[in-house]
């Protein structure tokens, strides 16, 4: 129902009439009686010439003629007309003739809840592990609504389900937003996937809701060990049985699924004279005789087979072998002592292992010979009774290679030569070698005067190859200009830099600070950054006029009223004639600082003209005899306006030559 808020009409050539009305209203529907409100009889509306001027081309409102009612011309929306304010109206002017009166008129536009909340997108795709814990947290999104107050967006809703919920979040402008919350964990042996319903709801009455569909597919996880059908398999194989020749097939499954159910065979830790006399298929879990078997060296072999999925858990299971016969043996290799993982600076010739080499043959079968095979800084240093050392032969840097792999080969010298071999892993550690190396010597931020406190203004970085502390990097602020620190903080973790206090590009346009990096070893190593900071100009400084004075016409009270500015303009002067020159400044830089003038009102708006640009004031037509004796000329200059081209260079140069006062001295 509309409403007149307030009607002021004391004033016999002003008066102030303020109403209310809903939004959406049909074309006609009644908003006040503004004959009434004004005072005026009917029959005066029309002998008075009350009219409505609007200061935009459209017009919402209209007189009703014979009611003198206020009435809507159209259906308002005030989404349109205002977009997301918090209050909306509309104002217009009522002009009352004989005698003349002016009224002003506003409208405050109400909103109804017209506008449902609206997800963009409406379907939501989600792939979550089903090993992730119950209490972690999805980012949904914001559904729009474009009502305003207790009709906009006001929570959120999901369908009831056993394992998620959905809270509301308020971010700092105070929009809400969703968040997914895992209450209980998933398993997708049981439920592979779930489709929810979010709902938005507004606070309108009634309450309006949009939806938007969520897909959850629970990927798997690797939760499930394989299972060998049998725990132990048994086996037995004759003397004379050739190589190749199958000696059972072993077989697992995993209740998993994808690559975490597929499932690869291979022998576990078992000495080489063993590995080299039997293989697995990884596929099939096929094992197969390698080499002949020798009935009076070894009456029996123990397998241990292991089965393994994609993700990397394992199965174990034995496999006894009985054999019969062919006997050969092969060089056997034992690591006695690995010192790993060893420092990176450690010297040339450290040991790092002891290993065993032993062949229980006799004679040249039994004659071992033992060398390193790949590209390591190691080398092998022979020892007494079969055993080796292994040392460093150069010096190591973990920044290059953080583990060496090579193979320790013994073979020995029977014929045909057997050989076995075993896989050696030094583990580099670190030392704190390397300083923290910036991405970038110097930086250059731009920050716009007027500034916020606080306000972020770049993220230097800075990286170290070491590892652990010794490559954790923080930053300080050390040096630069004059009481820089007074004027940025650095964030030691990040590296984000922040402004302590507001900037003003008149006082200062530039200053640089120094950002230290360093590492947290010991001795911890450093290295800095200059940081330029470029302070950018905004137009916060209105217009000075220097000439006419802005003394010019102020009077001191008891004295005699001061004369105004003036001009002598002779009646011969002709169009184009001279009269002032207005002369104005800014404090601003660049397009802030351009100047334009123009003419507020004048006596004889004919008679003078002001250049846009130059501020000159001359006549525009030549002065005769009927011309006013004195014609005052308001002027008003506007910042806004642009200059010429030229003009603009100008000022760029001047900015750069000037001295700086008051900045930070570097």
């Not at 964030?491 to 200062?508: K, N, V």
Request: glycine share 8%.
């Amino acid at each position: 129902m509309p409403v007149v808020v307030n009607v002021d009409t004391g004033s016999a050539a002003w008066g102030q009439l303020r109403y209310s009305v809903p939004e959406e209203l049909p074309k006609g529907s009644f908003v006040g009686d503004m004959a009434k409100d004004l005072g005026l009889q009917l029959p005066a509306l029309a002998e008075r010439g009350v009219r409505l001027v609007s200061e935009g081309r459209t017009q919402y409102f209209v007189l009703h003629g014979k009611t003198g009612h206020l009435v809507t011309a159209e259906r308002i929306d005030r989404e349109q007309l205002c977009e997301s304010a918090a209050s909306c109206s509309v104002s217009f002017e009522v002009l009352v003739q004989n005698p003349l009166n002016v009224f002003h008129v506003e409208v405050a536009i109400q909103d109804v809840n017209d506008n449902a909340p609206r997800f963009l997108p409406d379907n939501f795709q989600l792939e979550i592990n089903e090993f992730t814990s119950p209490g972690a947290r999805f980012y949904l999104g914001m559904a729009e609504d474009a009502d305003v107050g207790s009709n906009s967006l006001q929570g959120y809703e999901l369908e009831a389900n056993g394992y998620f919920a959905v809270e509301v979040k308020e971010s700092p402008d105070g929009s809400k937003f969703a968040e997914l919350v895992l209450r209980r964990a998933l398993d997708r042996e049981r439920e592979a996937s779930l489709r929810l319903v979010l709902t938005a709801l507004d606070g309108g009455d009634p309450p309006r809701s949009g939806t938007a569909q969520l897909c959850i597919n629970v990927t798997d996880a690797n939760d499930n060990t394989p299972v060998f059908a049998q725990d132990r398999y048994r086996a037995s194989l004759r003397e004379d049985a050739p190589p190749g020749s199958t000696v059972l097939n072993v077989s697992a499954s995993d209740a998993d699924a994808g690559t975490n159910a597929r499932i690869t065979y291979s022998f576990g830790k078992m000495p080489a004279k063993v590995l080299q006399k039997f293989m697995v298929d990884a596929e099939s879990g096929m094992i197969m005789l390698q080499e002949a078997l020798d009935f009076e060296d070894t009456r029996s072999f123990s397998l241990a087979v292991e089965a393994k999925d994609g993700g990397g858990l394992v199965a174990h299971s034995k496999v006894e072998i009985e054999v019969l016969d062919v006997n050969d043996n092969e060089p056997e290799i034992t690591l006695t002592l690995v010192s790993s993982p060893v420092p990176e600076n450690a010297p040339v010739g450290t040991v790092v292992a002891f290993l065993n080499v032993n062949d229980p043959d006799s004679g040249e079968n039994g004659d071992v010979s033992c060398e390193l095979s790949g590209e390591a800084p190691l080398s092998l240093v022979a020892l007494s009774g079969g055993s080796y050392k292994v040392v460093t032969a150069s010096a190591l840097d973990r920044e290059q290679a953080a583990e060496h792999r090579v193979t320790v080969v013994a073979r020995d010298r029977g014929r045909p030569s057997l050989s076995s071999s075993t896989a050696l892993v030094l583990e580099v550690s670190d030392v704190n070698d390397n300083a923290p190396v910036f991405e970038e010597a110097a930086y250059s931020a731009y920050v716009a005067e007027n500034n916020a406190a606080g306000a972020p203004m770049l993220r230097v970085l800075a990286r170290d190859p070491d590892a652990g502390s010794n490559g954790r990097v923080s930053y300080w602020l050390s040096g630069g200009s004059a009481d820089a620190a007074a004027y940025v903080s650095v964030e030691a973790r990040s590296g984000a830099l922040y402004a302590q206090r507001s900037f003003d590009y008149e006082q200062c346009r530039e200053f640089a600070v120094v950002v230290r990096a360093q590492d947290g070893g010991e001795p911890a190593r450093s290295s800095t950054a200059t940081v330029r900071v470029f302070v950018l100009d905004r137009n916060d400084n209105a217009p000075r006029v220097l000439w006419p004075a802005p003394e010019a016409g102020e009077r001191v009270p008891g004295s005699a009223p001061a004369l105004e500015p003036f001009e002598v303009v002779p009646r011969s002067a002709e169009a184009g004639y001279l009269v002032a020159k207005v002369v104005a400044v800014d404090a601003d830089a660049g397009r802030n600082a351009w100047l334009s003038y123009e003419l507020v009102q004048a006596a004889e708006p004919a008679l003078f003209r002001v250049g846009l640009h130059s501020g000159e004031v001359r006549t525009a037509r030549a002065v005769s005899e009927r011309d006013a004796p004195h014609s005052p000329c308001p002027l008003a200059f506007s910042n806004l306006l642009l200059a010429l081209v030229g003009c603009w260079l100008f000022v760029f140069l001047f900015w750069w030559l000037l001295p700086i006062h008051g900045c930070i001295k570097e």
